[in-house]
């Protein structure tokens, strides 16, 4: 592609599994983008953050290319406008929008990304500064197993081998703590404590860390998985993390998912991954009478009102207060208690 004033760059591109175009390009725009996440990394964003955001910068930059849009300077605000209406209107594969906070992660780092080119002069003002946003719509978790699903889930993992050993230990930690699955996959032998039943999550979201507590069926499981199965699986002696796959590498989160997704379908449940253990466990803590706060430091939430939907979602103290329930059990006592 020839532009003007600038030598000759390349969009190399390639298309995945699922047809859509991903990115390895040489573009000018890509060296303020470079140059920013530089600077990103000097401030201490994590490594994850750094990729979220050069993901969300190439979709700009590869809609940029389509336009001929090669320079900063040629930003404005009605060309920002502009993609924001494109995310709006952009489908994905099977013909659903794009959720809000998709729409909204990437708009957030065009706002980051434009704040640093005014900040650096390379632009003379930011034009992303009036940008109005959509709102984020507060929606309860889809998918809430109950006890008995998650009953059937953990009754899923062979455990004649020691593959089934090592899933069942996982998902018992992961439905006992509410942590994140990216937080499982970066446990270090170092974070555990089973005498004391105890975990330390390091750099979790938001590179917090906290000490959380697993309870004494999930600290068993990961005992025995410690004692029979990690020592089959290790490849480098100086590798200490947690849970090891099948060719000894680390968990991946995407990896992680997808097992847990796969032992959920064969229970019964067509929807939910990881992520719905955490839920799971939160709602089942809130039924069984944890203080909400004691849920909040447990899940790592910064902002109580985060935790604050799950009292929206706990059914079983609902069904405990509902006015129906109360009248028919008054009855009931009065019944049992009538002279005869």
């Known amino acids: 592609m020839q532009t003007k004033g600038h030598p000759k760059r390349h969009l190399k591109a390639w298309r995945s599994n699922g047809g859509k175009c991903a990115l390895r390009l040489d573009h000018p725009l890509m060296d303020h983008v470079d140059s920013y996440l530089e600077w990103r990394r000097t401030r201490a964003s994590s490594e994850t953050t750094l990729r979220t955001l050069e993901k969300a910068l190439r979709e700009f930059i590869l809609w ?68 109005v946003l959509p709102r984020v719509s507060h929606t309860l978790p889809r998918v809430v197993p109950d006890v008995e699903q998650i009953a059937r889930l953990m009754a899923q993992p062979d455990l004649e081998g020691i593959i089934g050993v090592r899933d069942r230990a996982i998902l018992e930690l992961l439905y006992s703590t509410g942590m994140r699955g990216m937080e499982l996959c970066g446990l270090a032998l170092a974070d555990l404590n089973l005498e004391r039943g105890t975990v330390w999550v390091r750099q979790g979201k938001g590179r917090r860390d906290r000490f959380i507590a697993i309870g004494g069926r999930a600290c068993a499981w990961v005992r025995r998985y410690l004692d029979e199965v990690r020592p089959k699986l290790v490849v480098h002696l100086d590798d200490w993390s947690v849970f090891l796959t099948d060719y000894g590498q680390a968990y991946v989160p995407h990896r992680l998912s997808n097992m847990v997704r796969l032992y959920m379908r064969h229970a019964g449940m067509m929807e939910g991954a990881s992520h719905a253990l ?63």
Not at 310 to 327: N, S
């Open 64 to 131: 940029c290319d389509v336009r001929g849009l090669i320079d900063p300077r040629e930003f404005t605000r009605a060309v920002l406008e502009a993609y924001q209406r494109g995310l709006y209107l952009e489908r994905k594969r099977d013909g659903a929008p794009l959720s809000v906070r998709t729409q909204l992660g990437r708009l957030h780092a065009l706002i980051g990304w434009c704040r640093w080119l005014s900040r650096e002069r390379i632009i003379e003002h930011n034009v992303a500064a009036d940008l």
């Open 278 to 340: 955490r839920h799971a466990c939160a709602t089942h803590m809130l039924e069984n009478g944890a203080d909400i706060r004691f849920i909040q430091a447990q899940l790592g939430h910064v902002q109580l009102s985060t935790t604050q939907i799950y009292t929206h979602v706990a059914i079983g103290k609902l069904k405990a207060i509902h006015p129906r329930r109360i009248r028919r059990d008054r009855v009931s006592w009065c019944a049992c208690t009538s002279p005869m």
